[in-house]
């Protein structure tokens, strides 16, 4: 068997909030929310790619999980403007994908209370948003 390249969109250009204003844990869990892959390569490294907004007031990244196992982290932008949008990846290794669904779960963080910039009203949470996250991979093939 070969094994070519392939990728699966997780999520488009339609951003989801996480934290206070959001939900404090995003898990794409739900039967209609999995993503699916078919007979992935699991010797193969894999990544994700994303776009993330906001994480500015933290100290601490965020932890990101596929099918319930630590994969990387969302790195934080500490002062950043909160309106500008940044590309990120997590590198994974292949072993970690399902041959069918997959689930990826990424959680809130608590924000820099020390920081008198953002004052008392700003929640617990460092609210944020992701869009276009993309799972890439490999998988196996038939050959003739």
Not at 2 to 16: K, L, Q, Y
Not at 18 to 37: K, S, V
Not at 100 to 124: K, P
């Amino acid at each position: 068997m070969a094994s070519v390249a392939d990728f699966v969109v997780i999520r488009g250009e339609t951003p989801v909030k996480i934290g206070d204003d959001g939900n404090l844990t995003w898990e794409i869990g739900e039967p209609q929310n999995r993503f699916n892959i078919r007979d992935p390569d699991t010797q193969r490294d894999c990544f994700l790619a994303f776009m993330v907004r906001g994480l500015t007031q933290v100290h601490a990244d965020v932890a990101v999980k596929i099918n319930n196992q630590h994969v990387g982290t969302i790195r934080r932008y500490y002062h950043a403007d909160s309106r500008n949008w940044f590309t990120q990846t997590i590198h994974f290794l292949g072993e970690i994908l399902n041959n069918g669904y997959n689930e990826l779960q990424v959680d809130a963080v608590q924000r820099d209370f020390t920081d008198e910039r953002y004052g008392s009203d700003s929640g617990v949470f460092d609210d944020f948003e992701l869009k276009n996250i993309v799972c890439h991979f490999h998988h196996d093939t038939e050959t003739e």
